[in-house]
């Protein structure tokens, strides 16, 4: 069975900086591509960063290239963002997901398997 759980959210101040995790199991980091995304409120789903399987290829939405690192420890089976330079405009849920796939698809819808979230909230 599949799980992603994420953990790590917080209030935090703007230009400051929180770590994400992502605890995942019944899968490999060989097989399947994880993603983060972020929902605001009365804004929809959007998609933050993703890291591909194997190689592990990252790739960020425009709004935090340069500021938003993904990566993962295949140990410890968890896959991070790293979010620096918060900004009141980062405040969401942040979830990660699977496409079950080895690439990473662009669209929430695409992702199968999500987490239960977690709350950031940058203040000004």
């Known amino acids: 069975e599949v799980q992603l759980v994420e953990s790590g959210g917080a209030l935090v101040q703007a230009g400051g900086s929180l770590r994400l995790s992502c605890a995942t199991s019944?899968?490999?980091?060989?097989?399947?591509?994880v993603g983060w995304f972020r929902q605001a409120p009365g804004k929809e789903r959007e998609g933050v960063a993703c890291?591909?399987?194997?190689?592990?290829?990252?790739y960020y939405a425009d709004s935090v290239k340069g500021r938003f690192t993904i990566s993962r420890d295949k140990a410890k089976n968890t896959v991070y963002l790293q979010m620096n330079s918060l900004r009141p405009e980062d405040t969401a849920v942040y979830y990660c997901?699977?496409?079950?796939?080895?690439?990473?698809?662009?669209?929430?819808?695409?992702?199968?398997?999500w987490g239960q979230g977690t709350q950031v909230t940058v203040s000004a």
């Open positions: 019944g899968f490999s980091y060989d097989d399947y591509a």
């Open positions: 997901a699977t496409d079950r796939l080895t690439f990473c698809r662009t669209r929430p819808p695409e992702y199968v398997e």
């Open positions: 890291i591909s399987s194997g190689h592990g290829d990252t």
